[in-house]
């Protein structure tokens, strides 16, 4: 039978050298795990003695602590009559009530940036400040959106276009748009539907959705309420670690081309997508290897990863028009996929036009999830698939097929792209024995 502990003997415990939390009603010593936490052990030590349940469950999927504590970590249960007097984290909790009761109706929200200034005042202030933040001064951040702006129309008329399609395929699965979900971490920190959420309000739209590793719910969970026909792009699992333990991956520096890429290649027989592509000698090199070595690399995004790595990093868009000018022979080696800054449906169209695939929304979805759960996603790829719709039969096009650069006007973005040389020399990135 398991010991129950008293609330005030668990509240004892709140050193680096007996460290207990309470997480659903069971006690954990957490005194040897302080040290191997990413986050650092002083995260942990601030919740140490209480209930962090609240602060615990929105960031961290299923079979995160089976797979990181020992058996032996888990002391017993905590007296439920005395639970209550523990003080509880609230940090990342939910926000008031009232505060959901006055959510704007989502069908009067007609674009992102109103879904986006909902979501604000119903996530909370932990959340938001997760969503809304970036590296330094949020340059990259602001520029991936206004470069759109920079970027000219050039409707046609007279062009019969009663039928719209913006079917295509990515990596030979069809699906019903170009608009794709990309990976973005702790979705339940904006609601409790999650990334399981994402799923479901995407679902109608037959949208693909790509899930990060740093996933707030299990794989089982998102697929749930996913129609069934729904296309997912998952990190490649690891033989020895479960879901839990790619919460706790960091960034590897290690990583060459060299000797990570033919690694992924031994270890799946699926299609390998490059994320976080920002010259056109890096989509190059991926367009290289891709073609001496058939069947892995299929995909590069283009991608500054939001702008929360290196601040003013390009936009997705300078990267398309550098490939376009340096070598363009990119686009019919693999698919060409961007993210960053998409807020309108002629945002996607442009991308499109410039030569992309496919076109991800990250924070979008994530507002979305925040304004209205799992609602309020289908809200936003409702508003951005109408858009998408609306500027094709503006500027004449029928299908996908038809989009092109003569589409857009790109000489006011031409100006401030990479004007050096096209440095497209392999020789010196791969010894002797390591091939391309």
């Known amino acids: 039978m398991a010991k129950v502990f008293s609330a005030e003997e668990v509240a004892r415990h709140t050193s680096p050298e007996s460290c207990w939390v309470v997480l659903h ?25 209480r209930d962090a349940t609240p602060e615990y469950d929105p960031i961290h999927p299923p079979g995160t602590l089976e797979e990181n504590l020992k058996p032996s970590a888990k002391l017993g249960t905590v007296d439920p009559a005395s639970l209550k007097t523990l003080q509880r984290a609230d940090a990342a909790g939910q926000p008031e009530d009232e505060a959901r009761a006055a959510a704007p109706p989502l069908h009067t929200l007609l674009n992102l940036d109103e879904m986006e200034a909902a979501a604000k005042t119903q996530v909370s202030k932990k959340c938001w400040a997760y969503y809304f933040s970036a590296a330094d001064d949020l340059a990259s951040k602001s520029y991936n959106n206004t470069v759109y702006r920079h970027i000219l129309l050039r409707p046609r008329v007279l062009v019969d276009c009663t039928a719209t399609s913006t079917a295509t395929t990515l990596l030979g699965q069809r699906v019903a748009t170009p608009l794709y979900v990309a990976p973005a971490a702790m979705a339940r920190l904006a609601h409790p539907d999650g990334e399981a959420g994402i799923a479901r309000g995407v679902a109608r739209f037959g949208a693909m959705q790509l899930v990060s590793h740093s996933a707030s719910m299990s794989p089982e969970q998102i697929v749930a309420g996913a129609a069934a026909d729904a296309v997912f792009g998952w990190q490649l699992p690891d ?19 060299q000797t990570t890429l033919p690694w992924l290649a031994r270890h799946t027989s699926l299609p390998i997508v490059l994320k976080g592509i920002q010259t056109h000698e890096d989509a190059y090199l991926a367009a290289q290897y891709a073609r001496k070595n058939p069947g892995t690399v299929r995909a590069i995004i283009l991608s500054n990863h939001g702008g929360r790595s290196l601040d003013t990093a390009p936009p997705a868009v300078h990267t398309l028009l550098e490939i376009r000018k340096y070598c363009p022979e990119v686009f019919t080696t693999i698919e060409v996929w961007v993210d960053g800054g998409i807020k309108r449906g002629t945002d996607v169209v442009k991308a499109l036009c410039l030569g992309a695939k496919a076109v991800g929304v990250g924070r979008a979805a994530l507002f979305g999830l925040g304004a209205g759960g799992w609602k309020g996603v289908e809200r936003t790829f409702e508003i951005l698939q109408g858009e998408i719709v609306t500027c094709m039969k503006m500027l004449g096009a029928k299908d996908l097929s038809e989009l092109g650069p003569r589409f857009i006007n790109t000489r006011m973005v031409e100006r401030d792209i990479f004007d050096g040389g096209a440095g497209l020399d392999t020789s010196g990135l791969w010894t002797s024995r390591a091939k391309l």
């Open 25 to 49: 009603g069971n006690v954990y010593d957490v005194t040897e795990f302080l040290p191997e936490h990413p986050g650092g052990s002083r995260i942990i030590l601030q919740l140490a003695g």
């Open 239 to 257: 033989s020895n670690s479960g879901i839990g333990q790619q919460m706790f991956w960091g960034t590897a520096a290690d990583l060459t081309w």
